[in-house]
């Protein structure tokens, strides 16, 4: 006779910043939480680490000491079109900027502290709902739970295993996108946060902790194609046409050998349950990260979770339609509004005339601005 799984009132697969403050705030109710990382902390990631202040309180409240860590305080937006004009709007109250090096580590750490059982190294291969509960099935052996809840990011395994819609439809030009990132030593203000734009794509940059600058863009597969696959023949020929980014790339120290990447980007709508795995972050839905912020909706999306979960999995469908409903009231519109706000980005022609009218009439950057950042929760 085999041994039986291990039990847990809740599993967790995926470690980001959805997973590992979720964890938190459930160890903390007292539950029993496994949480399934595939990576080891810590680790870099794509991301452009800028992170909206409306949740400083929350990450705090996660025993984040981030008052004590000194980090940079991001008030001053500039935008730049691909033909190098430029305009700067305060941000109020705008970001700070913080490594998902160093976030995410912190926030394991303390995960762990607070009795999260956090596998890493631990890919999961599949979450089955079976006899009114979940069976996964990981590197690290078989584990069973009563709540299973998908924090795994943008694209993951599970998502094909799912056959969730979105994975089923064939990926675009300009629903394919690739994320490119670099950590730079340079000579730039500490409370700018720079996005430039360029042909099909955008590059921010703002500064983190460790003494260095994020300087991370999003673009289309099919620019990256059209430029001999390479990403270098790719910065030179097409990013550096904006004179900002060209002087980035010239002045900086690049601080990695070779750039950070990851591939198959997409923002179509997608579902907040499948099979009764509840999904959050990114895996739930994505906004592009020009339109919105990403860290700041996967934490919250935690804190819906954690404020609805109930103690008996007989109330699972109750639970899992007011999910869904707090998810659409929370979210649905800023994600829609992100959609036609990127629409007005990507072309060159277009960025130009958007960024030379928002010069001209700079109050209606204000309510641009504030659709991509949420209130604090
Ligand atoms: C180019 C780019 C720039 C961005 N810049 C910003 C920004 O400046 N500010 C901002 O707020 N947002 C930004 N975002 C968005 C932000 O990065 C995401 O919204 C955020 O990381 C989502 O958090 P998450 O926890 O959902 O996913 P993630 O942080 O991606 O975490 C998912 C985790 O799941 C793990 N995982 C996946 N599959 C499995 C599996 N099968 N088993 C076990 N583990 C698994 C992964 O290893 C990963 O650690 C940016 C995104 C991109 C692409």
Aim: charged content about 20%.
């Amino acid at each position: 006779m085999g041994v039986e799984p291990t039990h847990f009132e809740v599993a967790i697969v995926g470690g980001g910043l959805a997973g590992l403050t979720l964890s938190i705030q459930l160890a903390k109710q007292g539950r029993k939480v496994i949480l399934l990382e595939k990576e080891a902390y810590p680790y870099h990631k794509v991301c452009g680490e800028y992170i909206a202040m409306e949740s400083w309180g929350y990450l705090e409240s996660c025993n984040i000491p981030l008052s004590t860590l000194n980090l940079p305080q991001i008030r001053t937006l500039q935008l730049s079109s691909p033909n190098g004009n430029y305009l700067t709007h305060t941000l109020n109250p705008g970001g700070f900027g913080i490594s998902r090096f160093t976030l995410d580590y912190l926030l394991a750490t303390e995960a762990k502290k607070m009795g999260v059982v956090l596998l890493e190294h631990c890919k999961v291969d599949e979450v089955l709902f079976k006899d009114g509960h979940f069976w996964l099935e990981s590197k690290a052996g078989k584990f069973t739970a009563d709540f299973a809840f998908g924090a795994y990011g943008k694209r993951s395994n599970l998502d094909l295993k799912l056959k969730r819609k979105y994975t089923l439809t064939k990926q675009r030009g300009a629903n394919n996108y690739i994320g490119v990132k670099y950590h730079i030593q340079i000579k730039h203000a500490e409370d700018l946060i720079a996005l430039h734009n360029f042909e099909d794509g955008y590059c921010g940059i703002s500064k983190v902790d460790l003494d260095r600058y994020c300087l991370c863009y999003l673009t289309t597969a099919a620019n990256l194609k059209a430029n001999e696959n390479s990403i270098s023949i790719m910065e030179q020929r097409v990013l550096h046409q904006n004179p900002h980014l060209k002087r980035i790339w010239h002045e900086a120290n690049f601080l990695y050998k070779e750039p950070l990447t990851i591939s198959q980007i997409r923002f179509e709508p997608r579902t907040q349950i499948e099979n009764h795995i509840v999904l959050l972050g990114d895996a739930a839905g994505l906004i592009t990260p020009l339109c919105g912020n990403g860290m700041s909706m996967a934490m919250h999306a935690a804190k819906l979770v954690a404020e609805l979960l109930p103690d008996h999995p007989k109330d699972r469908a109750m639970f899992e339609k007011e999910y869904q409903k707090a998810w659409q009231q929370t979210f649905g519109i800023r994600i829609k509004a992100g959609r036609t706000f990127q629409s007005l980005f990507g072309s060159s022609r277009v960025t130009n005339t958007v960024i030379a009218t928002l010069k001209t009439f700079p109050p209606l950057l204000k309510p641009l601005i504030s659709l991509t950042h949420g209130n604090k929760f």
